[in-house]
């Protein structure tokens, strides 16, 4: 985690069911972005959030490439 924004266009009813959409943007190097959307009932958003990502080596705890693999599993949810 390397910090982000949430904005928070109104809070949601109790008991008012959302539809949250989430997608990687930038994906290339070794950040990313983690955005996430969620949609009341009409379609209207009610909150957004952009979260800055760094991919990093466990044993080296270093920053790092994210491996093919990693890519491979999020392809359909990265936006370019």
């Excluded at 997608?23 to 009610?46: P, T």
């Excluded at 760094?54 to 790092?64: D, W």
Aim: aromatic content about 8%; hydrophobic content about 40%.
């Amino acid at each position: 985690f390397m910090g982000g924004r949430i904005d928070v266009i109104r809070l949601p009813l109790p008991g008012e069911e959302l539809k949250v959409h989430t997608w990687i943007r930038n994906l290339g190097g070794i950040r990313f972005n983690f955005c996430q959307e969620a949609l009341d009932s009409s379609g209207k958003a009610v909150m957004r959030m952009e979260d800055d990502q760094i991919v990093v080596s466990v044993s080296r705890a270093r920053p790092r490439k994210p491996p093919v693999e990693f890519i491979e599993i999020l392809k359909d949810y990265i936006e370019n």
